[in-house]
């Protein structure tokens, strides 16, 4: 494949933009610049652009650590969304696998699989997530079994699913879920008196949020840990 058709296809870009950016010295192959479109460029090759690495047009998943404000939604009138957080081509084919509220921090996956994203989402597979969580009142010494019982939520006919608290301090928490109702975990604690003051998410399923990420960064996902959901 030609080069200038292979940055056309990995970053959306029109012909006539991809000879521009080749022109900017920004576009290595092999490690090496080149600026001639013609070049011919096979599975083998390393396109870099900018020193990020370019792949066609395929599935991606990608581990995102959203920081506060962000709302995981293509648009917003009243927040930035978390896409403005990405440098990626067709970002209109990319959705979150498993949303966070603007103030909720943490491990957010972003795909365009959408097999992949209901494996993770769908509640009659039940995926783990885990959370950390701060909370404005300390924490009983009857939290454990009661969550492990399940919680009775307004407006639910069903309690929740056994959760697994672990107790970090007085007022910190890791709760482990396999739900994903509508501001749940806020709403479990309210229900026994207290209230979340902080919430991060850690993990889904096998996939744990990467603590080289700063809040904002973002990798793609490993072979393994895209493997994982599926096991």
């Known amino acids: ?26 576009i290595k192959v092999n490690g090496s610049v080149l600026k001639k479109g013609a070049v011919h460029v096979t599975d083998e090759c390393t396109v870099q652009w900018d020193e990020r690495e370019l792949v066609l047009s395929g599935p991606r998943y990608i581990m995102l650590n959203k920081p506060q404000g962000f709302v995981c939604t ?3 009138d009243y927040n930035d969304t978390a896409f403005v ?3 990626e081509a067709n970002m ?4 979150f696998a498993g949303r966070l509220d603007a103030d909720t921090t943490g491990l957010v996956l972003i795909t365009d699989d959408g097999q992949w994203s209901h494996r993770v989402t769908s509640p009659k597979h039940k995926c783990e997530k ?6 404005a009142d300390p924490v009983q010494t009857d939290y ?18 056994p959760a697994k608290l672990e ?6 928490v890791l709760l482990t879920i396999h739900e994903g109702k509508y501001h749940q975990v806020k709403r479990m604690f309210a229900a026994l008196g207290n209230k979340v003051v902080g919430l991060h998410r850690e993990r889904v399923g096998a996939i744990i949020l990467d603590d080289d990420l700063e809040p904002g960064d973002y990798r793609f996902l490993t072979e393994d840990e895209v493997n994982s959901v599926w096991r």
């Open 74 to 76: 293509h648009v917003d």
């Open 92 to 95: 209109k084919d990319l959705h």
């Open 1 to 26: 494949m030609r080069l200038d058709k292979f940055l056309c296809d990995a970053l959306g870009v029109t012909r006539k933009e991809a000879t521009m950016l080749l022109k900017s010295g920004d």
């Open 167 to 172: 107790v970090v301090d007085e007022t910190q």
């Open 144 to 161: 454990e079994q009661q969550f492990a019982d399940g919680i009775e939520l307004r407006n639910e006919r069903d309690k929740t699913l």
């Open 130 to 135: 885990t959370y950390r969580v701060w909370l």
């Open 85 to 87: 957080l990405l440098e």
